[in-house]
């Protein structure tokens, strides 16, 4: 025989070793697969559903994003209450301090934790998203590394805790192999694992940029580059290429691979899945629940979706139309898709979900502390309506807390003094001052505070020429400081829209 053909020989006999035992399950449904839910399942929903996978005999369910919202949270509390000593329930969250904390504070007196964490490591990615080179990304992740261990396994008061760290080289099918090594070695180096409870690094296909045959010759390079193999637990996260995800497949952009596919096909190859699917018409009415939608809720993806279309337009400016987006590898217009059906938004959005409609709708490109305040009006209606928001149910709620249809009016004096007539509604009721100043910012102010005999200022001030053809209007985003009627100072955020910024 060959050298060839005994290296094939030997290869065909280590993958039938391999078949035999059985994978580490682990569970998104709660989570990635809930996110896809136009009208997510209610609370007790998705505690029945909890119960029914911890029946199966899952052991490591991820159950939320605490940090997003209060619903989220409190269902980790529940989950934290309600899991079995030897099950480990698993977190996501960004990577910020306050975001890290909160989900950390989300699972103490849990048994088991898996922390996940991500950073998107590909070129487009670290150029469009985040403006990294390959070693800021790599300081970015040991930083992120640092902290999430400093919260947790080096916390003398929540050492009782078996903590576990996910880290997500996110959009690894897109990233340079050897870049997902090297700083996987950082974040494991700074972890400081140890064998009995080794690192988790979970390595996504991302939007079917490799084929399948391409993705596992990635996953098999990590494998066999990365120092320490026997302390590291590899992930297959295989999004819509269909490979790992939740029970029936129904994940984020219905994508995830059925996990009962894959097991029930192990099962009749002679593999004990350990789980039990006895009792399969409850699973499927259990996880039938809700209706499901091709679109995007997740947070990271709505930013770089949004700042995608700003580098489009910037590209466009400069004759360069060539399609470069993250998460969309064609241009949903070629399909007869428009833009808005991208992005919806539900508890598990961020400030960029509803500040990417509201830029499709209105070309308002809001300030980032302005798209901070509106996301928690957004999240807490999402909250209380239990379902995602319509994007026309966004514009009228950003309408109704920001934009003042009323009008107004002013003239130049003399000098440089500026004259302001203005209408203000004061308690549902209509008001109208006129003042001077050199400005007719200035002006409002001054008259402001003379008329009501109190403490105004204005703390941030931004504009810019509609998007969309609109050159002839501007918007202006204005945001004041006051002292209210208890005596503490208060910060309000107003936009406006007319063809001359000073009647803004």
Not at 46 to 61: M, N, R, T
Request: aromatic fraction near 8%; charged fraction near 25%; glycine fraction near 6%.
């Amino acid at each position: 025989m060959s050298s060839e053909g005994h290296s094939r020989q030997k290869n065909l006999a280590t993958a039938r070793l391999l078949s035999k035992r059985t994978s580490r399950w682990f569970l998104t449904d709660l989570r990635d697969g809930i996110q896809a839910l136009p009208d997510p399942i209610s609370v007790s929903e998705k505690k029945a559903y909890f119960k029914k996978l911890v029946e199966v005999g899952f052991k490591e369910i991820e159950v939320s994003f605490p940090a997003v919202s209060q619903t989220d949270f409190d269902f980790t509390r529940y989950a934290v209450k309600n899991t079995p000593e030897d099950m480990a329930i698993q977190m996501l969250t960004q990577s910020r301090e306050h975001l890290l904390r909160r989900t950390v504070e989300s699972v103490i007196g849990a048994k088991k934790a898996i922390i996940r964490v991500y950073l998107a490591t590909s070129d487009d990615f670290r150029d469009i998203l985040s403006n990294m080179s390959k070693q800021d990304a790599i300081d970015k992740a040991v930083e992120i590394t640092k902290l999430v261990r400093l919260l947790t396994k080096d916390d003398t008061r929540r050492q009782e805790i078996e903590w576990t760290l996910e880290f997500s080289p996110e959009c690894f099918s897109d990233t340079p192999s050897d870049f997902a090594v090297q700083i996987c070695e950082a974040v494991k180096a700074a972890w400081e694992l140890t064998q009995e409870n080794p690192i988790t690094f979970i390595l996504p296909a991302t939007v079917e940029v490799a084929s399948p045959n391409v993705y596992a010759d990635q996953i098999e390079y990590f494998c066999r580059n990365i120092f320490e193999r026997e302390k590291v637990c590899v992930s297959v996260h295989s999004h819509n290429d269909r490979a790992v995800g939740c029970l029936f497949g129904y994940g984020e952009r219905t994508g995830n691979f059925g996990l009962i596919t894959v097991a029930l096909n192990m099962y009749t190859n002679g593999v004990l899945p350990e789980l039990d699917f006895s009792d399969m018409e409850e699973l499927i009415s259990v996880s039938e629940n809700g209706q499901l939608v091709v679109c995007e809720f997740s947070v990271s993806r709505q930013d770089a979706i949004k700042k995608g279309f700003a580098r489009a337009e910037t590209r466009a400016a400069s004759g360069d139309d060539a399609w470069k987006f993250p998460y969309l590898p064609l241009d949903p217009k070629d399909i007869g898709r428009n833009y808005e059906a991208l992005i919806r938004v539900n508890l598990q959005s961020g400030k960029c979900g509803a500040a990417c409609i509201i830029l499709r709708s209105f070309g308002l490109d809001l300030p980032r502390p302005l798209q901070v305040e509106f996301s928690l009006f957004a999240q807490n209606e999402a909250d209380s309506m239990g379902r995602k928001f319509k994007a026309d149910e966004i514009n009228a709620l950003f309408r109704k807390h920001y934009i003042y249809t009323g009008k107004s009016k002013n003239k130049k004096s003399k000098g440089n003094n500026r004259e302001i007539s203005a209408l203000l509604r004061v308690n549902c009721k209509s008001v109208e001052i006129s003042g001077r100043g050199n400005g007719p910012i200035s002006a409002l102010i001054d008259v402001i505070a003379l008329h009501f005999g109190t403490l105004f200022e204005v703390v941030n001030y931004n504009e810019h020429n509609l998007s969309s053809g609109n050159q002839d209007k501007a918007s202006t985003y204005i945001e004041v400081s006051y002292l209210n009627s208890e005596g503490q100072m208060v910060r309000r955020w107003g936009c406006g829209v007319d063809n001359d910024v000073s009647l803004l």
